[in-house]
């Protein structure tokens, strides 16, 4: 399954569409014809109502908890926000007070109820939300009695004999995806560029007749407008915030034990984020600066509120392995966009962007702040139990590889191993060697490199 699954009415319509075509396919050779099969199916559904009270046929589980289900003819699993030739069938994009926003690249499947044909017309032109089931990572259904249950994925429709039908994360692959908005911002975006550009370059002539003028200018006026490096930069920061706001949040919602306190702090950085970026638009003119200003400020906020209770509550956290994960990549990503960010604290107050060099060994005592709780995590009551310098000089391969399966990244060991990285070569990688084995995930870089500090220290 890469999009979407169903089970009952949906995938009834999506069988007998196929037949239809078996038998007739010169009937079925254009998309209004297409459209209109299914018109004509779902009418017959909806008179004949064939999986009417599918919740007595099926039990439903998510994350091993199970569902009661109302009356209902369907249920859809989805893993992209599009459904039925591109239909938003979980009825909106954004977060609510119960459910997170949908995303394709989070892992969480959102599971939504049929209720007949008319409700799936209907889901085309208005956004319903009343059929939400739940967000989950593992989705379980149990067809229970003697007869099979028509189940489609990804519009491939079979009858299914009873039995248990399990939906769990695989792997990733890539996929396109046009955003019309996105094109249409950005098009806006290189028009107002190239206005700027050209009132900048006539205002550099005025300005350019004495060099004092030239300093003045440096000095007490910089640019209220974002140039073209800083909004490149704060795509990225926006990413990196995004990513943050959305784990912190599962993260308090998956450990209800931990402080409220942070999710509200995640809350206010959500919405400084939906000010600089309505609707995956980037705001122009001199107002964005200050909105850009606040956004840091949360993001910051957040950044270190969340690494602050990580570190004095992680020995008692249970977290899943790829929530944690998640977690060390989003607080690493924006310990490194974080950096970048520059306040006038002489002048105006505001935020500056700007790319930062970054040493592969200089500013030690601040690298890797955004992954400390996780070391603090594994070795919690185990202090003096770090090998001394001597003796992983003395590793071998094996040892290497046990090494890196306590740091949870054993899918690198067959690298190691082909590079016969022992002991004493593995207390000198470097970044650009982790590159070149391979390594691309910045967090497991840094986790790697911050090991390896340890180590020689």
Known sequence: MNNYFGIGIDAKISLDFHHKREEHPEKCRSRAKNYMW??????????????????????????????????????????????????????????????????????????????????????????????????????????????????????EAWIQ????????????????????????????????????????????????????????????????????????ILFSFIEAVTTLVKWVKLLI????????????????????????????????????????????SSARQLYEESCELLRDKAHNLRLREDLENKLSLALA?????????IFDERGTGLVYLQNAAVDDQGDKKNRHRGLFWLKFRRFTGNSGTHPAKEQVTTWGVQEVCTWLENLQLGEYADKFVSHDIRGRELLTLARRDLKELGISKVGHVKRILQAINDLNN
């Open 333 to 341: 990503s924006m310990e490194q966009e974080l950096r970048k960010c």
């Open 38 to 155: 299914y018109g004509v199916l779902g009418s017959k559904q909806w008179l004949q109502k064939t999986y009417k009270n599918l919740e007595q046929r099926v039990q439903l589980e998510c994350d091993g908890q199970r569902i009661p289900l109302p009356s209902l003819q369907g249920i859809v699993v989805l893993n992209i926000p599009s459904f039925m030739g591109g239909t938003n069938f979980w009825g909106g994009t954004k977060e609510g007070d119960l459910f997170l926003a949908p995303s394709f690249d989070d892992r969480i499947l959102e599971v939504v109820a049929v209720f007949g044909s008319v409700q799936m017309a209907a889901s085309r032109l208005i956004n319903l939300q009343h059929h939400r089931i739940a967000q989950c990572q593992t989705v379980q259904i149990n067809i229970l009695g003697e007869e099979g249950v028509p189940i489609q994925v990804d519009g």
């Open 161 to 232: 004999p009873p039995g248990i039908i399990r939906i769990i994360h695989k792997n990733r692959m890539q996929m396109l995806y046009r955003n019309r908005a996105l094109e249409t911002s950005l098009r806006a975006w290189e028009e107002k560029q190239r206005n700027t550009l050209s009132a900048v370059t006539q205002s550099t002539s005025i300005l350019s007749n004495t060099s004092q003028s030239r300093v003045q200018l440096q000095i007490s006026s910089k640019p209220s407008q974002l140039n073209d490096e800083e909004l490149n």
């Open 253 to 296: 919602i998956s450990h209800p034990s931990l402080e409220a306190d942070l999710y509200q702090v995640a809350s206010r950085t959500a919405q400084a984020l939906e000010q600089v970026h309505p609707d995956g638009k980037i705001l122009q003119g001199v107002g964005l600066r200050p909105m850009v200003t606040e956004l840091v």
